[in-house]
């Protein structure tokens, strides 16, 4: 049954499954990598903003997570199919993956990537060395948000 209606409301909503945003400036990204090193809290309103102007909408369950070595996340998915929301992952130092479904995408620094939560998804990082990455939800708008 979960799978009719994750197929109905996609087709209400229009949310891709995964999608690039883009490029954000990389002043942004060395405000995130100080706030971990730094502990430089000063700017947390400005990089919010920053990030609700670029993906058009007000962004919630922000956190900003370092991890010095690899791991996998378990697998997870939204059943609320009423509200469409979208994770965002913004790597700030080193790369990670993210898998959904069946297919993984590689994130790079520098690059808003977003998912759709009602897709079974989950982060992996293969590698030891120091990875920044900011999380964070919005709800997706298929008016504004036109793939």
């Given at each position: 049954?979960?799978?009719?209606?994750?197929k109905?409301?996609?087709?209400?909503?229009?949310?891709?499954?995964?999608?690039?945003?883009?490029?954000?400036?990389?002043?942004?990204?060395?405000?995130?990598?100080?706030?971990?090193?730094?502990?430089?809290?000063?700017?947390?309103?400005?990089?919010?903003?920053?990030?609700?102007?670029?993906?058009?909408?007000?962004?919630?369950?922000?956190?900003?997570?370092?991890?010095?070595?690899?791991?996998?996340?378990?697998w997870?998915?939204?059943?609320?199919?009423?509200?469409?929301?979208?994770?965002?992952?913004?790597?700030?130092?080193?790369?990670?993956?993210?898998?959904?479904?069946?297919?993984?995408?590689?994130?790079?620094?520098?690059?808003?990537?977003?998912?759709?939560?009602?897709?079974?998804h989950?982060?992996?990082?293969?590698?030891?060395?120091?990875?920044?990455?900011?999380?964070?939800?919005?709800?997706?708008?298929?008016?504004?948000h036109?793939?």
């Amino acid at each position: 049954m979960s799978r009719l209606a994750r197929k109905s409301a996609n087709k209400t909503h229009n949310v891709p499954d995964f999608k690039v945003l883009g490029v954000v400036k990389s002043e942004i990204s060395d405000k995130i990598n100080d706030l971990v090193i730094e502990k430089k809290a000063n700017e947390v309103i400005n990089i919010i903003d920053y990030i609700n102007s670029f993906v058009k909408a007000k962004i919630t369950n922000v956190s900003v997570d370092t991890w010095d070595e690899a791991f996998e996340t378990d697998w997870k998915r939204s059943n609320n199919y009423s509200t469409p929301t979208c994770a965002i992952f913004l790597v700030t130092k080193g790369s990670a993956s993210v898998c959904v479904d069946k297919d993984e995408y590689e994130m790079t620094t520098g690059k808003l990537y977003i998912v759709n939560e009602w897709c079974t998804h989950k982060l992996v990082n293969k590698s030891s060395t120091p990875l920044t990455m900011l999380l964070a939800q919005f709800e997706w708008n298929s008016e504004i948000h036109k793939q």
